[in-house]
């Protein structure tokens, strides 16, 4: 009987341990929407009625996606861009500091292994995100009119791969390679 349970729990205890290894770490990154341009001197814009519309078509594209956790720089237009997603799960926006994005990237794998975060940033951060990940950069520059990029780093194991799509008003008429 002492076998059988010794033996029911070292299997338990593997099986549990191949999920684990086998869990996906999702990513989705992208670039905050269209900024308000009216005050062309405010170090910190809101988001434009068109970035607003974004921010919504981006939390009506990650519905289906089951996130633990929304990320942003503290500048008001990632933050409005990540409320609508975060709000739509009863989550709260938590900021990082684009100062050292591997550690930030290290972090995020570490913490929610085997599940999906978003993480808003800026024109000059995506990309560099997408490396800290471990990925090479689909594109060599976001230009300052590109709101419309979504990055999904999926990690799996040793395996990490990227898809790149468009959502929402779009600027260009085809994704990257």
């Known amino acids: 009987m002492i076998k059988r349970r010794v033996f ?3 299997l338990l205890v ?3 341990m191949t999920l684990s290894a086998r869990a996906q770490t999702s990513v989705w990154i992208v670039r905050h929407a269209e900024k ?6 405010d170090p910190d814009p809101p988001l434009s009625i068109d970035g607003q519309e974004r921010a919504k078509e981006l939390a009506a594209l990650l519905r289906p996606k089951r996130l633990l956790a929304v990320y942003s ?5 990632t933050m409005q861009t990540a409320q ?3 709000y739509a799960r009863g989550l709260t926006v938590q900021t990082y500091d684009p100062a050292d ?3 930030f990237a290290a972090s995020v794998l570490r913490q929610h292994k085997g599940g999906a975060v978003l993480i808003v940033g800026h024109s000059n951060t995506v990309l560099e995100l997408v490396e800290a990940f471990g990925i090479k950069r689909p594109i060599e ?3 300052d009119d590109v709101y419309d990029y979504v990055f999904n780093v999926a990690v799996q194991g040793n395996s990490i791969q990227l898809l790149t799509s468009q959502y929402g008003k779009l600027h260009r008429t085809a994704a990257p390679k």
């Open 8 to 10: 029911m729990f070292c």
């Open 14 to 16: 593997s099986a549990f």
């Open 36 to 41: 308000d341009m009216k005050n062309p001197s």
């Open 73 to 77: 720089t503290p500048f008001k237009r």
């Open 84 to 86: 609508p997603t975060a």
């Open 101 to 103: 994005l591997e550690a």
């Open 141 to 143: 520059a976001l230009s």
